[in-house]
């Protein structure tokens, strides 16, 4: 196994670690996602809830959940590592600091893909959706997640000049959610 790929994978099992250690955490935020998605079907004005009508709407919102929780991860990783005294040792690692950041980012890709999986078959099995598979969407959710990655890393700089950009971030994710097309 390459070098890369031993931190992808370390940086990966240690994120998944941690998500199974906290499962109360973990099943509150799935919860929250599944109960506001629920809210915002009730507050929709049509009132209609056939499973046509659901489905663009349930793909923009995991969409929105995928990138709140991508960001909102990655500056607080880098934040919290600033205060506890570590990030001066991922400078110290023989891996170059790009790598390991890059490894990071993939096994956030990994962990948020597992936590956005389960509440979209959980949802889309109580409303009978069915969400197709095409190709041309696959790409479009590539190139969007390499535009995410790319916010996150600005969020991440910007949590190691100001340190609490917190909310910040939550007024990032708001927009995004009302202002991105996602409702």
Not at 87 to 95: D, G, N, R
Not at 151 to 165: A, H, Y
């Amino acid at each position: 196994m390459s070098t890369f790929g031993l931190i992808i994978f370390n940086e990966t099992y240690k994120r998944l670690l941690t998500l199974w250690r906290y499962k109360f955490g973990l099943a509150v935020k799935l919860l929250g996602v599944i109960l506001i998605f629920v809210g915002i079907c009730i507050l929709m004005p049509e009132q209609n809830y056939s499973p046509g009508t659901l489905a663009p709407l349930l793909l923009g919102y995991i969409v929105w959940f995928y990138a709140r929780f991508v960001l909102s991860a990655s500056a607080a990783d880098m934040s919290t590592e600033a205060h506890t005294g570590t990030l001066e040792q991922v400078y110290m690692s023989p891996v170059h600091t790009s790598f390991l950041l890059a490894a990071r980012l993939f096994a956030l890709l990994i962990s948020t893909t597992i936590m956005a999986t389960i509440p979209t078959i959980g949802i889309a099995l109580f409303w009978h959706i069915s969400i197709p598979f095409r190709f041309p969407a696959l790409l479009i959710f590539l190139i969007m997640l390499g535009g995410l990655f790319g916010f996150s890393l600005l969020l991440s700089g910007l949590s190691l000049i100001f340190k609490q950009v917190d909310d910040a971030v939550s007024l990032i994710q708001l927009l995004m959610l009302f202002l991105s097309g996602a409702l």
